[in-house]
């Protein structure tokens, strides 16, 4: 079992910059990935980004290239997102999740992020 725990949500101009975290209670495993998810009122839950257990491999949607960033320190058991040049329509609840390539995911309860125009 793995609790995950977001932080570093609020409310900013767009344009502006927030970065976000994610605290694992325990140590994850070379076999697991950690990711960002997010959902929009009204939207479904989407893809956002991801890295590898060692960080050299990342992926991001297309949405957000260029503009955020995901990195992790297992030291810390820690996941970040930073996110910069953020824009209205990045307006969401941001989810935190464990993906191992065996047992179940394992998500967080999230954290809002409001960008006003």
């Known amino acids: 079992q793995v609790q995950l725990v977001e932080s570093g949500g609020g409310s900013v101009q767009a344009g502006g910059s927030l970065r976000l975290s994610c605290a694992a209670s325990?140590?994850?495993?070379?076999?697991?990935?950690m990711d960002w998810y997010r959902q929009a009122p009204g939207k479904e839950r989407e893809f956002v980004a991801a890295?590898?257990?060692?960080?050299?491999?990342?992926g991001y949607a297309d949405s957000v290239k260029g503009r955020f960033t995901i990195s992790r320190d297992n030291a810390k058991n820690t996941v970040y997102l930073q996110m910069n040049s953020l824009k209205p329509e990045d307006t969401a609840k941001f989810y935190c999740?464990?993906?191992?390539?065996?047992?179940?995911?394992?998500w967080g309860q999230g954290t809002q992020v409001t960008v006003s125009s």
């Open positions: 999740n464990v993906h191992c390539t065996s047992g179940p995911d394992y």
């Open positions: 890295t590898s257990w060692s960080g050299s491999s990342t």
């Open positions: 325990r140590r994850t495993f070379s076999n697991c990935d």
